[in-house]
């Protein structure tokens, strides 16, 4: 195959894993970031996010000569595929901020003289593509929606093992190009037209959030009815129709996306007259399934759902959004360890990927306090919760750690650890949806 010349604009997780990607998949890639600090780290293949093979991918696209790191949309004259990574954050109303996306692909237009196709990998509501497409006019540039469907924590993997491939947009030859850039992907390519892929995307990821809603709803219902919600999830699972995954339930679902996307796609059905009612139950679920968790917690430290927290020092395992990320963006373990502060409880939290020497910083606006290790996060604590499913959290020598506690109790909103073996330790342990 022979490579083309592409430009990615955005170096986060989706820009810098496309551009690692496909300097791998045999393509010379230049990639522009506006953050000069980030272009700098990464042209001495310093990759500041937590992804595993990135930063391999990096370091070989650099020494090979196959990707390169730029400031400047100037870098990228001499492509003819550039590819929009920019991000789209929720703006008024639900709908995502376009802003970065418009802005640049104007200036893309003037700059590069041989462009013809401006592929959008950017989450964008359905419309955008056509009025990106409106706004540079009907001349060389045909605009494609290409959406990413990775995963955070597994990005590589997902990029160059994808399920599906998708390129939307009704000019042959730009939809051509940007599909070439996959041709040595081995997955099934969805062509569609612009609507088509720019509202499978939101598709996609409403679905999961309204699984999610639904399993921690169950979880809820399991404890109230002593069902154990990991028995009912396998039965539910062994059914290929329902599918196994997105069925652990946790203290709610987050991250850059879930959120952002199902708040996108409820603004989408608003502006055509249409209610999308599974998907803004699922997002009303995910805040009252945090709140019970929070309510949960204080009624085993108080006996009262309603308590105040005052006086009790709680200590955190875990505050990425998901485990495998050092993505703190709408975690829900940052949520509901505002809603204990706010109840007055001291909190000290440890995650593997946030800290001084980690991944993520996470600016606690003075109101919690980070640890570097979970012995420090549970020292004294009146109550241990688990909010991310760190594996690292099963290896904590929790007999050490019963000496340590003001009282031996965990909550484990992930289900993580092994009940016995925590009652072993002394511990008095509350799963989610299994006690
Ligand atoms: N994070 C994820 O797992 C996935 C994200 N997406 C979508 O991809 C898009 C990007 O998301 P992320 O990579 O997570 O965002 P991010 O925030 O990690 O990265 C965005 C990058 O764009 C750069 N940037 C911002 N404005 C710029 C400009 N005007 N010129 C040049 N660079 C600029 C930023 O400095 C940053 O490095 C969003 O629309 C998101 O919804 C889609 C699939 C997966
Ligand atoms: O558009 C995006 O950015 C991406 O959003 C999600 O990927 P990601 O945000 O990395 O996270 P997920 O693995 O989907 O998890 C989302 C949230 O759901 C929660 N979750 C997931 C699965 C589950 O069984 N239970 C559960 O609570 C996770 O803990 C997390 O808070 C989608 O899975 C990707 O396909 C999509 O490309």
Excluded at 37 to 51: F, H, K
Excluded at 90 to 106: I, W
Excluded at 141 to 162: Q, T
Excluded at 199 to 211: D, H, I, R, T
Aim: hydrophobic share 40%.
């Amino acid at each position: 195959m022979t490579g083309r010349q592409v430009g990615v604009v955005g170096a986060g997780y989706v820009g810098l894993t496309t551009a690692a990607c496909l300097s791998h998949l045999g393509h010379s890639v230049r990639c522009v970031d506006n953050d000069a600090t980030r272009v700098a780290r990464l042209r001495r293949g310093a990759v500041d996010i937590l992804e595993p093979q990135l930063a391999d991918l990096v370091g070989s696209g650099l020494r090979d000569g196959t990707v390169r790191f730029d400031t400047g949309l100037d870098a990228l004259a001499d492509c003819d595929v550039v590819v929009l990574c920019l991000p789209t954050p929720p703006g008024r109303d639900g709908a995502p901020d376009l802003g970065s996306v418009t802005s640049v692909s104007e200036s893309i237009s003037h700059e590069i003289p041989g462009l013809f196709a401006l592929a959008v990998k950017s989450t964008v509501p359905p419309g955008s593509a056509r009025a990106l497409q409106d706004s540079l006019g009907t001349g060389r540039i045909g605009v494609v929606s290409n959406p990413e469907f990775l995963r955070e924590g597994r990005s590589v993997a997902d990029f160059l093992r994808p399920e599906r491939i998708v390129v939307g947009g009704p000019s042959g030859d730009a939809v051509d190009a940007v599909a070439s850039l996959y041709n040595s992907v081995a997955a099934p390519v969805f062509r569609t037209d612009w609507e088509s892929a720019e509202l499978a995307k939101y598709a996609c990821n409403g679905f999961l959030a309204v699984k999610a809603s639904y399993t921690n709803e169950l979880a809820d219902l399991c404890s109230a009815v002593g069902a154990d919600v990991s028995e009912v999830t396998a039965v539910m699972a062994a059914d290929p129709r329902i599918g196994g995954s997105f069925l652990a339930p946790g203290p709610g679902w987050g991250g850059s996306c879930l959120p952002k996307d199902t708040c996108g796609l409820i603004d989408t059905a608003r502006r055509v007259g249409l209610v999308l009612d599974t998907v803004q139950a699922a997002v009303l679920s995910n805040t009252r399934h945090r709140k019970r968790l929070v309510a949960r917690i204080a009624e085993e430290l108080t006996g009262d759902p309603g308590a105040s927290l005052e006086g009790h020092r709680i200590g955190i395992l875990g505050l990425t959004f998901k485990a495998g990320t050092g993505d703190i963006r709408e975690s829900p373990a940052l949520a509901v360890v505002h809603d204990l502060c706010v109840r007055g409880a001291v909190v000290t939290a440890y995650d593997p990927a946030c800290g001084s020497q980690r991944a993520s910083a996470v600016d606690t606006d003075g109101e919690f306090q980070v640890v570097d290790d979970s012995a420090a996060a549970v020292k004294s604590a009146s109550a241990v919760v688990v909010l991310t499913e760190w594996p690292e959290f099963r290896a904590v020598d929790w007999s050490a750690a019963a000496r340590e506690v003001q009282r031996p109790l965990v909550i484990d909103a992930r289900n993580l650890l092994d009940p016995a073996a925590l009652a072993a330790c002394g511990f008095s342990y509350h799963g989610i949806g299994r006690w």
